[in-house]
Each structure stands twice: as structure tokens, then as C-alpha cells.
């Protein structure tokens, strides 16, 4: 009986805590619109290449596994122990979450001169998992329609962006997982610097430059431990096959204009996370989604 209290005394402080602790949640209508844009329209995208499809999901587990440790009470949500990484074959650096557990990593990312290296890509996918964890998605937009078809959810993506504070603070616990997740914290920045030379431009709604973000870690609060450090998932060799196996994906290198499937403008057209402003591409790919203004009844001449 004693044995029993003290059983039935844990449970309930178990979940005392848990409710005490519990930050927001993710809303169910954002996971569900994340699922519905996912099976209507982006899953042709991703890359048959099984390697590949494991190797992009192993890193991200390790993120997730890094945010547990650095934000546990975001990352406790049981909708973050489902996120899937898919790797999409479009050719842009871009990593996107579309809010429920989807994170698209675009192929352009593995491209040669953009993320060379396993941290460069890791530090990528970290920003995308730290908007999911932060609830960007269904912070910014409004309440999900089911009614809606993909490229009308798409174009809300494209006029309810993420604001330059959400981007700010995307960037900080980006960097918080990827330290507390093993790699190396002095390799973070890299991908912005060098992303910062091969795409010069402004940025655009309110966004800070490149090398802004790599001063993400010196702010965080966060002193990176040795202890934490841990080889990376791919070894040099093997993380450069893979890429190689990576760049075949996309078939068309040039843009949206040539790609005609519905996946392919959406991803083209979904904002770009990684660069501060969106390539002309993507403007392209945004206009394509436009609502048409309705035409109005036929006037009867008099
Ligand atoms: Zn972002």
C-alpha cells in the first residue's frame, strides 16, 4: 500500500510538472495543414536515394537530440519526436519547415561551394528545426483552412513571413542544438560567410545580412562544452559521395520556369530561410502562386 502512494505520488508529480513546465504547444490544424501540403503536393519531390533520405534524417535526429538538451521544454512537444527530414530535389539553398513535422532540406544545399561540409549542412537544417520548436508557423499565420488547395496554403507562406525577430531568435537556438549536439560550435557561421560572397544582395523585409548571423552564437548565452563535441554523422569521404549522389537529383538546374509540377513551385516559392532575401527564381515561383483577382459576373449590354 505504502509502495503504492509513493507510485501514485510520483505519476502525479510527473505530471504536475509536466504541466507546469509545458510551454505552447503545436495546434493540431498546423500539423494537419503541414500533413495535407506534404501528401497533396511536395512528397513527389523528395529524393528516392536511400542513403541520402537516411543520412538527411540522421542529422536532423541529432539536432533534435541536441535541442532536447538545450531546450527542453520546447522541444518535449511529442510532435518534435515525429519530424521527418525529407532531402527535395530543387536547386536552392533552402531548408524549410511548413509548420507540423515536415522539414524540406532542398538538394541546392549540397551543392559544391555551399554546404561543403556536414556542419555547414547541419547549421542549415538547425535553423529550420529552431522555427518549428519556436511554433513560427502558426505564431504567423492564420488559422488553417482545410478547404484550401496547396498553393493557396503555399502563397500564405509567401505573404505571412517570419519576422526579422523570429529569424534573430531561429538563429540563436539554431545554434544552441547544433553546439549541444556534437559538432563543431567554431564551423557554425562558415556557411554564412561563404553564402554571404557567392549571393551578394540586400536584404530584404527587415532581415539582417549574412554575417549577422554568425555572431547567432556569441549572443546565445551558451558557452560550448568539449564533452559535448562528437564525431560527425558522415565522415569527409562519405558526406562528399553523398553529395555527389545529392547533385544528380535535380534534373533541371534552372529555375522553376522549366519544372512544371505543382511540388516544384511551392518549393521554389516558399520563403527563402537561408539566404536573407529570395533568388529570382523564387519570385518567379511566388507570382505563379498569386491568387487570380475573381472576374465578376458578365456585364449585359444595355
Ligand atoms: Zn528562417
Redesign the pocket.
Do not use: I, P, R, T
Given at each position: 500500500m505504502v509502495r503504492l502512494l509513493i507510485v501514485a505520488s510520483a505519476v502525479a508529480l510527473a505530471a504536475g510538472s509536466g504541466l507546469g513546465c509545458a510551454g505552447p504547444r503545436a495546434k493540431p490544424q498546423f500539423v494537419q495543414q503541414a500533413q495535407r501540403l506534404h501528401d497533396k503536393a511536395l512528397a513527389p519531390a523528395i529524393s528516392r536515394d536511400g542513403d541520402l533520405a537516411d543520412y538527411v534524417q540522421a542529422v536532423g535526429e541529432r539536432l533534435l537530440e541536441g535541442a532536447r538538451a538545450a531546450a527542453p521544454d520546447k522541444a518535449a512537444d511529442p510532435v518534435f519526436s515525429r519530424l521527418k527530414f525529407h532531402l527535395v530535389g530543387a536547386e536552392l539553398p533552402n531548408v524549410f519547415t511548413t509548420g507540423g513535422t515536415h522539414v524540406y532540406v532542398y538538394s541546392g544545399l549540397l551543392r559544391p561551394g555551399v554546404c561543403d561540409t556536414e556542419e555547414e549542412l547541419a547549421a542549415a537544417m538547425a535553423?529550420?528545426v529552431a522555427?518549428a520548436m519556436n511554433l513560427d508557423v502558426q505564431n504567423t499565420l492564420r488559422d488553417p483552412d482545410p478547404r484550401l488547395p496547396p498553393p493557396a496554403v503555399a502563397w500564405q507562406f509567401v505573404t505571412n513571413r517570419?519576422t526579422p525577430q523570429?529569424?534573430w531568435a531561429?538563429d540563436k537556438l539554431a545554434f544552441a542544438m547544433y553546439a549541444r549536439a556534437g559538432w563543431d560550435p567554431e564551423q557554425y557561421g562558415n556557411l554564412y560567410l561563404k553564402l554571404g560572397d557567392r549571393y551578394p544582395g540586400r536584404p530584404e523585409n527587415g532581415r539582417a545580412p549574412l554575417s549577422y548571423r554568425t555572431e547567432a552564437g556569441r549572443v546565445s548565452g551558451l558557452e560550448p562544452q568539449r564533452r559535448w563535441r562528437q564525431p560527425p554523422v558522415a565522415d569527409r569521404r562519405t558526406f562528399n559521395d553523398l553529395r555527389r549522389s545529392a547533385t544528380s537529383l535535380g534534373t533541371a538546374a534552372t529555375g522553376p520556369a522549366l519544372l512544371a509540377p505543382e511540388a516544384q513551385i511551392i518549393l521554389w516559392a516558399l520563403p527563402n530561410?537561408v539566404l536573407p532575401f529570395d533568388l529570382p527564381g523564387q519570385v518567379q515561383a511566388q507570382e505563379l502562386l498569386r491568387p487570380r483577382p475573381q472576374a465578376g459576373p458578365p456585364v449585359e449590354p444595355n
Open positions: 535553423h529550420a522555427h517570419f523570429q529569424e531561429a530561410c
